[in-house]
């Protein structure tokens, strides 16, 4: 594990896109376990995109490019592909318009942060320069360094960490907000039970989650993966309690009114007599 601190700022972005997702699941998912929950990780073997069921292409820069995934571990290498070939499409180069909206109506206060999967870094940036602790994690050895570059040039403090999510989950200790813009809805299908063992681990009763998902029901091509309402309440209800759920528009360049999504504001309950 590599872990950078500093302070810094800077920017830019632009592309193309088509999201992974609908990736088979294989073996047993780990079972949440509130005590010691499992952190090894499964040695799956590589697969490539000729079995269309296992991924789908990625537009990088309008060109449909083959990539290789991991069905079980989604390493380094499957997203690094994306930031060495381009900008991937979720890469506006600015800060998710539902965090700013939840931060500037209070609803969101400066406290301990983890993003995870930052990429190159807008919204952790953000997050530090409203006075957040920010800690940004993500396993893209370039997108990290873009993240390290713009926060330099903006002048943000904050921790930014390379390394396999899950395994940074297993001794990052607690936060009082966790923040994703799309890694849940890319890892559900695969690796929900693991997330949920993440979360579990770097929150505590009373700490807020924020995720914001490709919804289902979106006919455009080449959106985000999609996941259905239900389908939130019934997976990350397992762990949270639900504060807001809501529609939104992801940004894109491909769409004037970006693809719809869902913004997920969640809190972990608090238990009698913790606080």
């Not at 602790?133 to 713009?150: F, G, N």
């Given at each position: ?19 992974l997702?609908h ?5 047993s ?45 989604f ?15 979720w890469?506006?180069g600015r800060?998710?318009a ?18 995870l ?7 952790a ?7 957040f602790?920010?800690t ?12 390290r ?5 903006a002048g ?6 390379l390394?396999?999510?899950f ?12 923040f ?19 979360l579990w681990r770097?929150t505590r ?14 006919t455009?091509?080449?959106g ?6 239900e389908e ?8 949270f309690?639900f ?14 009114e ?5 913004s997920?504001?969640?809190?972990r309950p608090?238990?009698?007599?913790t606080?």
């Amino acid at each position: 594990m590599r872990t950078v601190e500093f302070s810094g700022r800077r920017s830019r972005l632009n592309v193309a896109w088509r999201w992974l997702s609908h990736l088979p699941a294989r073996g047993s998912p780990t079972e949440l376990a509130a005590a010691a929950p499992p952190t090894t990780r499964s040695a799956a073997p590589r697969t490539t995109c000729q079995d269309a069921r296992e991924c789908r292409d990625y537009i990088i820069q309008g060109i449909c490019m083959k990539a290789t995934v991991e069905s079980q571990t989604f390493q380094s290498t499957d997203w690094d592909a994306l930031y060495r070939n381009g900008t991937p499409p979720w890469e506006t180069g600015r800060p998710a318009a539902e965090l700013v909206r939840l931060i500037d109506e209070g609803v969101i206060k400066p406290t301990t942060t983890l993003e995870l999967g930052c990429g190159t870094g807008a919204n952790a940036v953000l997050l530090a320069q409203r006075g957040f602790e920010v800690t940004a994690v993500d396993s893209s050895p370039t997108a990290i360094e873009r993240a390290r570059t713009r926060a330099e040039n903006a002048g943000a403090l904050l921790r930014i960490v390379l390394d396999d999510v899950f395994e940074f989950a297993a001794t990052a200790g607690t936060f009082e907000f966790v923040f994703d813009a799309g890694f849940y809805h890319s890892v559900r299908r695969t690796q929900l039970d693991r997330l949920l063992d993440l979360l579990w681990r770097v929150t505590r009763p009373g700490s807020l989650y924020l995720t914001l998902a490709g919804a289902a029901g979106e006919t455009a091509e080449g959106g985000p993966p999609q996941v259905s309402e239900e389908e939130i309440h019934r997976e990350l209800g397992r762990v949270f309690e639900f504060v807001d759920v809501r529609p939104f528009r992801f940004e894109s360049p491909f769409r004037k009114e970006g693809y719809l999504g869902w913004s997920c504001l969640m809190r972990r309950p608090v238990l009698v007599g913790t606080r």
